[in-house]
């Protein structure tokens, strides 16, 4: 049994204290929060409290807090002889630099409050000593997860890739949503083609299967839809996009 | 029984025949391309041709050929007193102006040669004819496709619409992809994030659950991510997508 302490009550600690708390290889024995009133939702399933001097014993403390607390927060538990890790996507493992034994614990998934995750997790972790590695690929497989070993750097990176798959393809959504929208369509009709496309690079690269009409330098269909996007914003993502569509696979501009 | 001609050797109608072969309620009689070579995939599977003038009789001739051919090919079909219908997301009706029952069979859909299609392929119908609606609702759905009644100008912004749900979203893909080549990472870890992203969007407005650094205004992230990013256009993507993510969502710039 992996009993933590949980720090945070966010949407990552939400989905955290859900998955911990389903699984039977761990035990969530607290849940910490400097304001009393996020920690509500927790309290009829675990001890809560709002301070830092009386946090229970664990073997992990996984601190899901915002970015810019997390050394604050660090900083008070340095004297703590077991495991401190943070799940940012952001932050070095230095930012928990006076705790004995630090690591991270960053899940490499979107979360939303109040639905459920439908897809298994990739952990990316990392750890001072070698040996808190394998606690946390225990506690990754504990709720199903996937272990990779990722160094702070290519952490980083991870994260801006995420941007990328996720949040700015899910502007790539809106804007289909709102071009549905003005024109009396409904947004299901894209759903197929959204699901689709997701689905392609599950087997394939995804630089190798790229579609479209920047890719076929089709400039009377590149013309015809820079006419149709009705904001100058909208018109720039379009053009700066299929520029950079058609210079990626060595086209000429 | 429909009884269908295709005309067209390209994705489309390849993943078209596929389909209307495999369905009992639908027969291809022939497939015609004007060059020899590309009719050979088809040539066990039923009649080709590479003569106009040797077309067979069928209910209905779906011209699923590049969007500039489709004027001239049309022209030549005008005698017939059977549907004739294109396959474009970008061709109005009118370009098959003098046939005297003409129609759209748009696929709302992305096809790769070689990668069978997994979801159920929404379908953008219009006939010149009422009555002909209702042949090309059956022949959609035929083929397990769902039937969706759109005018042209509305399929021209569906069109645009998939451009940024499919092709652009495919190039965040690949940016994401490169991200990992380049920091040895295997791009598999993005996967269970992509599938979730597009989940999402299945039960919930793609505007309302917006994600990231965007969103939330999170400067220092922002710039870090700037700075991570090796080239001026990939700095320029992340920067005009990001004000219009805050835009779209009022923040101040």
Known sequence: MINVVLLGTGNVATHLFEAF????????????????????????????????????????????????????????????????????????????????????????????????????????????????????????????????????????KLHLAAVFVCNFVNHMYALGEELCTKNNVPFEILQPLIRETAKKVESSSPFEVQTGPAIRTDESTINAHLELLPTQQQKEIYQLLTNAIQSSHGKKL
Chains 1, 2 share one sequence.
């Open 21 to 156: 708390s389903a699984s039977e290889k761990i035990a969530v024995r607290q849940v910490y929060n400097h304001a009393e009133g996020s920690l509500s939702q927790f309290k009829s399933k675990t001890k809560t409290t709002t301070n830092l001097k009386e946090l229970f014993d664990a073997d992990v403390f996984v601190l899901a807090l915002k970015d810019d607390v997390i050394p604050e927060i660090a900083a008070q538990l340095q004297h703590k002889k077991e495991l401190v890790v943070h799940t940012s996507g952001t932050v070095s493992l230095d930012a928990l630099g006076k705790c004995r034994r630090s690591g991270v614990f960053y899940p490499l998934q979107t979360f939303s409050k109040n639905q459920p995750v439908k897809s298994k997790i990739p952990f990316c972790l990392e750890a001072k000593h070698r040996k808190d590695l394998e606690l946390l690929k225990e506690l990754a497989g504990g709720i199903s997860g996937k272990a990779y070993e990722i160094s702070s750097e290519q952490r980083r």
